[in-house]
């Protein structure tokens, strides 16, 4: 039987809480209630059962005992999150921009696929995407 997990939160070392909060939510993603923010940390509702954990990057250090990485070199994983139309990745994906975020390449269109993406303001790199189920099968 495989593993299956009834909730999925990611951690993100930031520079700045308040900052990230406020791109994050500039984008239209909602803050999970259940756990308070602080200066050290927020967490981020992505889906049903995913969340994003962003924490300053002095506290994400002492909870790992490693460093983070230095994301304007290296890239640890990027982020994909599938969405329900080509306009909300657009959509997403501009309003990332004009809160600061960066475009990450151009807008790939594959006809049963249509994938864009940003990097955040800790250049994390997140990948936005819609799937045309029926082209896929076809």
Same mark, same amino acid.
């Given at each position: $039987?495989? #593993? %299956?997990?009834?909730? %999925?939160?990611?951690?993100?070392? +930031?520079?700045? *809480?308040?900052?990230?909060?406020?791109?994050? %939510?500039?984008?239209?993603?909602?803050?999970?209630?259940?756990?308070?923010?602080? !200066? @050290?940390? +927020?967490?981020? *509702?992505?889906?049903?059962?995913?969340? *994003? $954990? #962003?924490?300053?990057?002095?506290?994400?250090?002492? #909870? &790992? !005992?490693?460093?983070?990485?230095?994301?304007? /070199?290296?890239?640890?994983?990027?982020?994909?999150?599938?969405?329900?139309?080509?306009?909300?990745?657009? !959509?997403?994906? @501009? &309003?990332? +921009?004009?809160?600061?975020? /960066?475009?990450?390449?151009?807008?790939?269109? =594959?006809?049963? $696929?249509?994938?864009?993406?940003?990097?955040?303001?800790?250049? =994390?790199?997140?990948?936005? @995407?819609? $799937? @045309?189920?029926?082209?896929?099968?076809?």
């Amino acid at each position: $039987m495989a #593993l %299956t997990s009834t909730f %999925t939160s990611l951690n993100l070392p +930031v520079k700045n *809480v308040a900052q990230s909060k406020a791109f994050f %939510t500039g984008i239209g993603f909602a803050l999970n209630p259940q756990f308070p923010d602080s !200066e @050290n940390s +927020v967490a981020i *509702v992505i889906g049903d059962n995913l969340q *994003v $954990m #962003l924490i300053a990057d002095s506290f994400f250090n002492t #909870l &790992t !005992e490693r460093e983070s990485v230095d994301t304007s /070199k290296y890239s640890q994983f990027t982020i994909a999150l599938a969405f329900e139309s080509r306009e909300k990745v657009d !959509e997403i994906v @501009n &309003t990332a +921009v004009s809160l600061g975020g /960066k475009l990450h390449a151009e807008p790939e269109d =594959h006809g049963f $696929m249509y994938h864009w993406g940003f990097v955040d303001l800790d250049g =994390h790199l997140w990948a936005i @995407n819609y $799937m @045309n189920a029926d082209a896929a099968q076809g």
